[in-house]
């Protein structure tokens, strides 16, 4: 870990005049002062934003760092990241990496203002993240592909659900299904958008790109999404969405158009958030363990903390909840 030592060293100048710098006294030259910042960015050097933590070793919090604080799916994995800290007597941080390099959590994550952390951010780097780890910080990464020995993963078998979603379309008679995707960053919606190919190659249906559109995760997304394959001369009799949010978005657009809904097109999401049963009609979905997510990711943070056995990876499984947004052809 850079030291502000070693940024004086390097800009060639004393500890106390590095420490004026990084700590905007205005003591010292322009000159001076950029070379200073030149050597400090150059080292990555990250001032800590806590006096306290240079006293203390431990802060009796836990981190869980999200994409973003907003949205249906969060809620219930927060819930179980925060019964399991709370049974220990740690406070619990969420934090969001909007913003990516300065966001919050990436500055939670730079400075270790916690005593461990769960990740599930996209947009925080994998750099970063073997950067930390390397310094024996406990760290539980959930649906994230990170070649990263240090870290513990925990991952929800996306590529199953989304392969069982497409099963049990072709098992009511579906051939021509369209996937509405999340972003292309999204390991999750790699994994899904897998899955579904996976289903098709091995009932020997035929691919079709013109099928697949990003819907970014978002009812808005999934709305214009489903705009477009609609405008199409060639539509599907089913679409799977990649999450429950888009689903939602989708169905919206359908009934803007006038179709009825699943008479005209059959609809599945994955996530089950709680706005999915009371869709009309009641949307078909893939459950996934969200509470469970967060329980477990907490639980494994705890193993390490308490210097038991460590798990290096965890994975969880989905249920299909048929509800009824698909019809039989």
Request: proline residues 3%; hydrophobic residues 35%.
């Amino acid at each position: 870990m850079t030291t502000i030592k070693d940024v004086a060293e390097k800009a060639k100048v004393a500890i106390s005049t590095a420490s004026y710098v990084l700590n905007g006294i205005d003591k010292v030259s322009p000159k001076t002062k950029a070379r200073v910042l030149k050597a400090a960015q150059e080292l990555n050097y990250q001032k800590n934003g806590f006096a306290v933590d240079l006293k203390k070793t431990k802060t009796n919090t836990i981190a869980l760092l999200l994409d973003d604080l907003a949205g249906p799916f969060y809620s219930v994995l927060v819930k179980g990241v925060q019964d399991i800290v709370t049974e220990h007597g740690y406070g619990l941080v969420a934090c969001s990496a909007i913003g990516g390099d300065r966001s919050t959590a990436v500055k939670y994550l730079k400075e270790r203002r916690a005593d461990g952390c769960i990740v599930f951010a996209n947009n925080i780097s994998d750099d970063l993240i073997k950067n930390v780890t390397q310094r024996n910080y406990p760290m539980v990464l959930l649906d994230r592909n990170l070649d990263c020995t240090s870290t513990i993963k925990v991952e929800v078998d996306n590529r199953g659900g989304a392969s069982g979603a497409v099963e049990y379309l072709i098992s009511k008679g579906h051939k021509d299904i369209a996937y509405i995707s999340g972003p292309k960053e999204s390991y999750n919606s790699q994994q899904r958008f897998e899955g579904y190919r996976e289903a098709l190659k091995k009932h020997h249906i035929p691919f079709r790109d013109i099928w697949v559109i990003n819907g970014k995760f978002t009812k808005e997304g999934g709305e214009l999404a489903t705009k477009l394959l609609l405008a199409q001369q060639e539509k599907p009799t089913a679409v799977f969405y990649g999450n429950d949010e888009m689903a939602i978005g989708g169905m919206y657009a359908m009934k803007k158009a006038g179709m009825k809904l699943p008479d005209e097109m059959s609809v599945i999401g994955f996530d089950d958030i709680l706005e999915a049963k009371y869709t009309n009609p009641q949307l078909t979905t893939i459950k996934q363990p969200k509470y469970e997510l967060g329980a477990l990711a907490a639980h494994l943070i705890f193993k390490v903390l308490e210097n038991k056995e460590r798990t290096q990876s965890s994975r969880l499984f989905t249920e299909l909840l048929e509800r009824e947004s698909v019809k039989d052809l």
